[in-house]
């Protein structure tokens, strides 16, 4: 495989690694079957195997043992398969779960062609056949549930119809890609999650443009790498604040996007790309397996890398998730505005929720979330429903105005003499109280929160009418770190002694400047909003938080500083 313009370097330490990950599955094996494994995880340690075991730079390669036991886990997936030809899990008989299964498949039947395969590891293609063949009719009829899963479905069409072409296979793709790419012009699909832009839409459109020669699909997973090199962030995670899946409460790793990255920098010559492997490189390499399995499949991803540019200075504003992220070295700022709520008044699945509308980084000195908590209706936090930046100025605004009424008595001609009427929901809670005939007082509370960057300090003012209702900034640090001038609350967390304190970690510190603070301080939490505590739950950050009481003139300033 390797040739001049081989980058060894690289090669040699994605083996080492895929080599100690095939050693773990071999190691596992035993307890993998006996464990009632997911169909995914039994093609991927497979898939592991295989790699290694046609790869003449791996210690593992043509090992008999590696061989028996890729058979044995090809066996049991072939078993684990219905009659229907689809595969179950947490889904049943699922097209899309199915398909995820093929394409890893798919690529292993792959690895497995050429004279050059060990004589061990080639009655495996003959199992992998028959498994595919089995699920090709399914998967072209089947249906889907998320907008990745069309992109996950066809590319498992496409990889099938490379094998073992069908016309009719293609015809479904295109079925499919005729709704469109759900990608925005700012490089972020409609679900706006690292996760499935790693695991699902950009591998996926990659395979389809890549089978089927399609390059604007090519052209995409570009756009979407830049959108997430934008939002990488100084601890080497992506930011998800803005996702509208499972993503969006935590963090989620830069790392897996190796291949990715590395991929369109050696295609496009994209040295941007080549800075952003280059930082990947640090940390070990994820996912060593499936990188050993595209080195083998598509050698020029092994070439060495263009030239890295130099990371700049950059605010970069992403209109479709209001959302906007400025990075200067080890230090970054996001800004959102972009939940979901307001348009569609309830958590849910497929929604993007989270109230933490502001985070500082400063090398380790994290100030995860800024959440603005209030006693209003049982709303729950401040969650802005309109974003306006300017990006070159360093401003954003964030607004939201929320309202909740008092019911008057029904008109006449709307009574019941029974009384039962029907169970309605009026945006808040739900009752059998017909809320849409009757006539209401509204009450209303409008907030706008400003956002200024400038010379490594963030000015946030707050300004909420009317400023009577009870309200809490609420600063939440991450954990490993030591807080400077608060005290502790009775109910949790912690408060200001002055009008200014500071989390430090290590040499970095966030300076945390308060003009414009109330004066009660008990009580001070955070409030999730009856979506939540009708259910016992809550959204709450975590870390080391820090409340911070606004007046009753519902004004406040405070100021982070980085330097």
């Given at each position: ?50 790699a ?46 199915t ?54 479905l ?32 700012d490089?972020?699909y409609?679900e ?19 089978v ?47 291949m990715?990255?590395?991929?369109y920098?050696?295609?496009?010559e994209?040295?941007?790309?080549a800075?952003?492997v ?12 499936d ?31 209001g ?36 985070r ?6 994290v ?15 401040f ?24 019911y ?12 039962m009427y ?8 739900s ?15 409008e907030?706008?929160v ?6 490594g ?14 309200q809490?900034?609420?600063l ?14 009775d ?42 505590t ?20 519902g ?9």
């Amino acid at each position: 495989m390797p040739d001049s313009r081989t980058d060894a370097a690289f090669l040699a330490a994605v083996t080492a690694a895929a080599d100690e990950q095939a050693r773990d599955v071999l190691a596992g094996v035993d307890d993998l079957l006996a464990g009632a494994p997911h169909h995914r995880a039994v093609m991927s340690a497979a898939k592991a195997l295989a790699a290694c075991g046609v790869h003449p730079g791996s210690a593992l390669h043509a090992s008999a043992e590696a061989a028996s036991a890729a058979a044995r886990l090809v066996a049991f997936l072939g078993g684990m398969q219905g009659a229907n030809g689809l595969f179950d899990g947490e889904n049943l008989a699922s097209p899309p779960d199915t398909a995820f299964t093929v394409n890893d498949l798919c690529d292993t039947y792959a690895l497995l062609q050429g004279e050059a395969v060990p004589e061990a590891l080639r009655p495996l293609a003959g199992a992998l056949e028959a498994i595919a063949l089995k699920a090709a009719g399914p998967l072209r009829r089947g249906g889907v549930h998320t907008p990745n899963h069309r992109w996950e479905l066809s590319a498992a069409l496409a990889r099938l119809h490379r094998h073992w072409p069908d016309e009719r296979l293609v015809a479904r793709i295109d079925q499919w890609l005729a709704e469109g790419v759900d990608i925005a012009p700012d490089g972020l699909y409609s679900e706006r999650s690292a996760i499935y832009s790693l695991a699902v839409s950009n591998p996926s459109l990659t395979a389809i443009g890549t089978v089927l020669d399609r390059p604007a699909l090519l052209d995409m997973v570009c756009r979407n790498l830049e959108a997430i090199a934008a939002t990488a962030l100084p601890d080497g995670t992506v930011e998800t604040v803005h996702s509208r899946r499972q993503d969006q409460k935590g963090s989620f790793p830069l790392a897996p996007f190796l291949m990715q990255f590395r991929r369109y920098a050696i295609a496009r010559e994209r040295g941007d790309f080549a800075a952003v492997v280059e930082r990947i490189l640090k940390e070990p390499i994820a996912g060593a397996a499936d990188a050993l399995a595209e080195l083998l499949l598509e050698p020029a991803l092994g070439e060495v890398l263009p030239e890295a540019e130099a990371p700049q200075a950059t605010t970069t504003v992403f209109a479709s998730a209001g959302l906007a992220v400025a990075r200067d070295g080890d230090v970054a700022v996001t800004v959102f505005g972009g939940t979901d709520y307001a348009g569609h008044g309830w958590i849910r699945s497929g929604l993007s929720s989270n109230p933490t509308f502001l985070r500082v980084f400063n090398g380790g000195a994290v100030l995860d979330s800024v959440r603005l908590s209030r006693e209003f209706f049982g709303m729950g936090p401040f969650r802005a429903d309109r974003f306006a930046s300017d990006a070159d100025g360093g401003a954003f605004v964030l607004s939201e105005r929320v309202a909740a009424a008092y019911y008057q008595p029904l008109p006449e001609e709307f009574r019941r003499a029974d009384g039962m009427y029907a169970l309605r929901d009026d945006g808040r809670f739900s009752a059998s109280m017909d809320f849409a005939n009757r006539p209401i007082d509204e009450v209303a509370l409008e907030t706008e929160v400003r956002v200024r960057l400038a010379g490594g300090e963030v000015r946030l003012g707050i300004e909420a009418n009317p400023g009577s209702v009870r309200q809490v900034l609420e600063l939440a640090f991450r954990e490993g770190g030591e807080l400077e001038g608060v005290r502790p609350l009775d109910s949790g967390g912690f408060t200001p002694v002055g009008d200014g304190f500071a989390y430090r970690f290590g040499e970095h510190r966030v300076e945390v400047r308060v003009d414009g603070r109330g004066t009660s301080a008990s009580g001070l939490a955070y409030h999730p909003g009856e979506d939540y505590t009708h259910l016992s739950g809550t959204d709450a950050a975590q870390g080391l938080r820090v409340y911070v009481p606004l007046p009753e003139t519902g004004r406040s300033t405070i100021v982070f500083s980085t330097v």
